[in-house]
């Protein structure tokens, strides 16, 4: 006996100890990122920076996976990269997706095994969750005109909640009184087959809940914000202002970014759309007679190919290189 | 990063705790476990009939109180643990954010239609980075019909880039030699860079393989020798040092192991330009731009808590702060009118006065109340004519 008591002390602390080793790995991943950060302007820094970035995009991408249903996509994705096991929560998910699998199957044996294995956090949350099961085998108890077993079923799971669903218990005990087949039956909502679906949201929240999940997958609360941050006016405008370096005039982002809010500038930063650098004293800002700006470094380089001569390259009108005029831009 | 720290501090706690406590707790078990073990042994090798002595069962019981005892001691310090284990839960909570509902709405990716429109844009993510079998698992599960076509440049490339990690440059030499026009027209020097990399390893393998250098060097360099002037001679030098190696040369710079980095970049950087992409995925460069607003997203959102100004940034807006996101994140023109301090658009262009400054249309026409009245510039003191500025294109 003392045997099995060694045992079960070895096995609790492990597991408490993984845990804890699972929290110290993702701790120093943070920190190498951190300090990759901080010697952000290091030359030498740059491939282990980007390496780390790599790294976050994955597990935010792993993470949304997950959420989304992809599990096999999650799983390949962990498999080429192992430092993403222990970076991300796929244990949770994977519980959750064979629960939920099973509710769409109507059954409840493995959510209510679920709901076992959690109950005093359940209970912490007052969650309803385990009486709504409860409450669905009864309904399908009821559907198959077992009703001998609904009753016993009643009076063993669902007697003891009257203080909290008082309403949901009087519903069920009515129920009784018409038969299944009945259209007009004011309690048809009952036996609606999209319970199931709402079950499954009704888990998927309750999961949330239970280890303090957000609602929203960390990746795309990061996108919406980067979506934002890049967005524009120029992404929506016509035609020749797109960039095709710039994420947001790419066409399937440019889609999603269209409610959010734009960038907020308040300083003008000029980008010379010959060479893609920026306009400031050291590469000035010329404008041709045509209207058009460009950089006064690639209209000399132009003029330079030329003879003097500049082909203007978004109206291909021709001008002179000395009419071009200083813009100050403050 | 002090944030860091101190979750770090907790669960270093916690470990060393837990660790103390296991092996103390197995310790004693252990101890335990051989006296009961060694009792049992004397009982049974007793005889059947005899009775217990009475000092047997005063050890008996003697020990039968330490198990309780020992036992009990475990489950109370177990139990005290547990409070370490919520200074760090406490400490997480305090240091990081467990959501982000305050600033970006959980409702924006939910339709089917954007939920569609993200798949796609994931999985085109994947073919670009090179992870084309998550790609192609994650298009099975969410049903997505790719274009078998628009896949087929990135498994080239990412081929021959992973060949250039191997530090084999054949494949990418045969690529150079088929878009070899439209390399040149862009003045690309990825092809010498590839070469020059042959050509030092030949050289480093030493005396043996000299006369291969110097065939290599006939046939590959010569065309070089104009366009790359300095860097060709600095090559042909190298074959000084055959013999003795080039470390302590001063050419030296020519074995750094970076320039097999820096020829990838230029392959990976030649070869989207060639297909009109962008050099790096759009879906990567959102998220690091992102991750960069955030923080400072979630600052301001407190501070404007805290002044009773509410509700959710829409399309109709901008974002309340400015984020600075480096040159590398800068796609277009930003022009913000240094008197209106506000962003030009398709209806408030910007314009150049006849001095030279610009200012948006806007501001032009509350300068100058009508068309024809001569204003003065806020900057400068020429006088205009409002007539006479020109609205201008970035």
Not at chain 2, 161 to 170: A, F, R, S, T
Request: charged share 25%; net charge neutral; with cysteine.
């Amino acid at each position: 006996q003392t045997r099995k008591y060694k045992r079960k002390i070895e096995e609790s602390f492990t597991d408490e100890l993984d845990a804890a080793q699972i929290c110290k790995r993702r701790i120093e991943h943070l920190r190498m990122g951190a300090s990759a950060f901080e010697n952000a302007s290091d030359p030498n820094n740059e491939p282990v920076l980007s390496q780390w970035k790599r790294t976050r995009l994955d597990r935010f991408l792993v993470e949304h996976l997950l959420r989304t249903g992809h599990y096999a996509t999650a799983m390949k994705l962990i498999d080429d990269n192992r430092q993403l096991k222990s970076l991300t929560n796929i244990d949770i998910y994977l519980v959750a997706q064979a629960v939920e699998s099973s509710l769409l199957n109507r059954e409840t044996a493995t959510a209510l095994a679920w709901c076992h294995d959690n109950r005093s956090k359940l209970k912490k949350l007052h969650s309803q969750f385990e009486f709504h099961l409860r409450k669905q085998d009864f309904i399908e108890l009821i559907r198959t005109g077992r009703r001998v077993e609904a009753v016993r079923h009643a009076r063993k799971y669902l007697v003891g909640q009257e203080d909290v669903c008082f309403e949901e218990v009087q519903q069920c005990t009515g129920m009784f009184a018409f038969s299944t087949s009945d259209t007009i039956s004011p309690y048809k909502h009952l036996l609606d087959p999209d319970r199931w679906s709402h079950l499954v949201e009704e888990f998927r929240s309750e999961n949330y809940r239970l280890f303090q999940l957000s609602t929203q997958s960390v990746f795309s609360a990061v996108l919406q914000a980067g979506l934002s941050v890049l967005k524009t006016p120029q992404c929506y405008g016509s035609r020749d202002k797109k960039n095709p370096d710039c994420p947001i005039c790419e066409e399937l982002l440019n889609e999603l970014a269209k409610n959010s809010p734009y960038a907020h500038c308040s300083q003008s930063r000029l980008i010379d759309s010959i060479s893609g650098q920026p306009m400031n004293s050291d590469n000035v800002p010329m404008m041709l007679p045509n209207g058009y700006v460009y950089g006064e470094k690639s209209l000399q380089d132009l003029a330079a190919e030329n003879e003097g001569i500049i082909v203007c390259p978004k109206t291909k009108e021709i001008y002179d290189i000395r009419e071009m005029k200083k813009v100050y831009v403050m | 990063m002090e944030s860091i720290n101190a979750v770090d501090k907790e669960l270093d706690r916690v470990l060393g705790k837990f660790t103390a406590l296991k092996n103390h707790g197995l310790r004693t078990v252990g101890d335990l476990e051989t006296q009961l073990l060694s009792l049992k042994n004397e009982l049974q090798s007793a005889p059947p009939e005899s009775k217990l002595t009475f000092g047997q069962i005063s050890i008996l019981s003697q020990v039968m109180t330490k198990v309780k005892e020992a036992t009990s001691r475990i489950a109370t310090e177990h139990r005290e643990l547990h409070g370490t284990v919520s200074k760090v839960g406490k400490s997480i909570d305090k240091n990081f954010v467990p959501d982000y509902d305050s600033v970006v709405s959980d409702k924006e990716f939910r339709t089917d239609e954007k939920m569609k429109i993200l798949d796609k844009v994931i999985c085109n993510h994947f073919f670009r980075s090179g992870q084309v079998e998550v790609g192609e698992e994650l298009a099975k599960e969410a049903g997505l019909a790719f274009d078998v076509k628009s896949k087929e440049p990135f498994q080239e490339i990412n081929q021959i880039l992973e060949h250039l990690k191997g530090g084999n440059v054949q494949s990418a030499l045969a690529w150079c030699d088929r878009h070899k026009d439209k390399l040149h027209e862009m003045g690309s020097s990825l092809e010498f860079k590839l070469h020059r990399l042959c050509f030092i390893s030949l050289i480093q393998e030493g005396p043996s393989r000299q006369k291969d250098a110097l065939t290599y060097a006939r046939i590959y360099l010569p065309k070089f020798a104009g366009t790359h002037q300095k860097e060709f001679q600095s090559l042909m030098a190298t074959l000084l040092y055959v013999s003795h190696g080039m470390d302590q040369s001063p050419y030296r710079h020519l074995l750094d192991p970076f320039l097999w980095a820096d020829v990838s970049e230029t392959f990976m950087r030649d070869a989207c330009t060639l297909l009109g992409l962008s050099i790096d995925s759009p879906l990567a460069v959102c998220v690091n731009a992102g991750c960069v607003t955030l923080p400072a997203l979630l600052s301001i959102k407190q501070v404007m808590m805290q002044r009773q100004v509410q509700g959710m940034w829409t399309s109709k807006d901008e974002l309340p702060i400015e984020v600075d996101l480096g040159t590398k994140c800068r796609f277009h023109s930003i022009f913000a009118c240094p008197i209106l301090r506000q962003q030009s658009t398709e209806s408030n262009p910007p314009t150049r006065l006849v001095c030279g400054h610009a200012i948006s249309k806007d501001a032009l026409a509350r300068l100058s109340n009508s068309r024809q009245v001569k204003f003065k510039c806020p900057y400068c003191p020429m006088e205009q004519n409002p007539a006479d500025a020109r609205q201008i294109y970035f």
